[in-house]
């Protein structure tokens, strides 16, 4: 039992830099939905907006393969970027159905 409550402590560390990655996740994916979805909606004279988000993206994922990050393994970074481009396309989804929404009402 006395080794147990020897590991608590560790586990705990554990946990707290868990929920801070996960939150500097979600963050991103955020902010990547957020910005093609606003990207989407307000921007349509000028569609090669929409390519800003999704080359930041490539950038990052690169930067950090070439930065060798030793913590991070690559099936992390293949999730991180891989749902960073699944918020990207969920925000330029929901930004085209809004917009087909809004065309259909305003008939």
Same mark, same amino acid.
Not at 45 to 51: A, M
């Given at each position: %039992? #006395?080794? !147990? &409550?020897?590991?608590?402590? !560790?586990?705990a560390v554990f946990g707290a830099? *868990?929920? %801070? !990655?996960? *939150?500097? %996740?979600?963050?991103?994916w955020g902010a990547a939905f957020?910005?093609?979805l606003l990207l989407g909606l307000f921007c349509r004279? =000028? =569609?090669? &907006?929409?390519?800003l988000p999704v080359l #930041? $993206? @490539? &950038? $990052?994922f690169f930067? %950090?393969?070439l930065a060798r990050v030793y913590p991070l393994e690559l099936p992390f970074l293949l999730v &991180?970027?891989?749902?960073?481009g @699944?918020?990207?396309?969920? $925000?330029? $989804? !929901?930004?085209?159905?809004?917009? =087909?929404l809004y065309r259909w009402i305003r008939r």
């Open positions: %039992m #006395f080794h !147990v &409550l020897l590991a608590l402590p !560790v586990l830099a *868990a929920a %801070m !990655v996960l *939150a500097a %996740m979600l963050t991103l957020g910005a093609e004279k =000028r =569609r090669w &907006l929409l390519w #930041f $993206g @490539v &950038l $990052g930067l %950090m393969l &991180l970027w891989g749902g960073y @699944v918020c990207l396309l969920a $925000g330029w $989804g !929901v930004s085209l159905l809004v917009r =087909r």
